[in-house]
């Protein structure tokens, strides 16, 4: 099973054919212990088919927590943009009514 079938399959499709592996891997460590097989490399194929369906329901996984958490981080900064903004606002406020008071005084 190459990579780009297993992107193909649906989530549930992913978790079903995992344990026939799973399964069939039993299976064939069970049937080698008895009697060698004939292409002993099948328990490796299986053991890396395995391996692919796993990283891929890690990858879907992961896409789907970074999804999810997308829009809190994005509240997240436009709030701290905010905050600077109305500090800088400030500032040049502050700024504003000293050189005003500093202009009035002069005239004393």
Do not use: C, G, W
Not at 5 to 23: A, D, F, G, M, S
Not at 33 to 45: A, D, Q
């Amino acid at each position: 099973m190459k990579n780009t079938e297993i992107k193909e399959l649906t989530t549930k499709e992913l978790e079903e054919r995992l344990e026939e592996e799973k399964n069939m891997l039993t299976r064939l460590r069970l049937n080698h212990i008895v009697s060698p097989l004939e292409n002993p490399n099948k328990i490796k194929t299986t053991r890396r088919i395995i391996a692919r369906l796993y990283t891929e329901m890690n990858k879907r996984k992961r896409l789907e927590f970074e999804d999810k958490q997308k829009p809190e981080k994005v509240e997240e900064t436009e709030k701290v943009e905010n905050e600077q903004k109305v500090e800088k606002v400030e500032e040049v406020e502050k700024v504003e009514n000293e050189q005003k008071v500093e202009k009035e005084e002069p005239k004393e």
